[in-house]
């Protein structure tokens, strides 16, 4: 099994940000960074953008696990405060 894995984080808050580009094609596991102050929202409203209306939220050190996820432009995080994200790992590759 190869591990894939990458952070990322959101520059402005209130602004959502792609996880990625490419192909993903298996599940993915987004954890909060450990030392974020703030939330991060996680997911997709159907128009490529993510907010704390309609998004998972994140508090530091928190996980959520994406079944079959076919690309990483398909989910979207944003953050209460600048600068704060994720860390990421594909499972089951």
Do not use: P, R
Not at 47 to 71: F, H
């Amino acid at each position: 099994m190869t591990a894939i894995s990458g952070q990322k984080t959101v520059a402005a808050a209130g602004t959502a940000e792609a996880i990625g580009t490419g192909m993903c094609m298996a599940d993915l596991m987004i954890k909060a960074l450990i030392g974020n102050t703030g939330y991060i929202y996680v997911g997709n409203d159907g128009a490529g953008d993510v907010s704390s209306a309609n998004g998972q939220v994140l508090s530091a050190g928190d996980y959520i696990v994406l079944e079959q996820v076919a690309m990483f432009d398909h989910i979207y995080l944003d953050s209460s405060v600048n600068g704060e994200g994720v860390s990421w790992l594909l499972l089951n590759i």
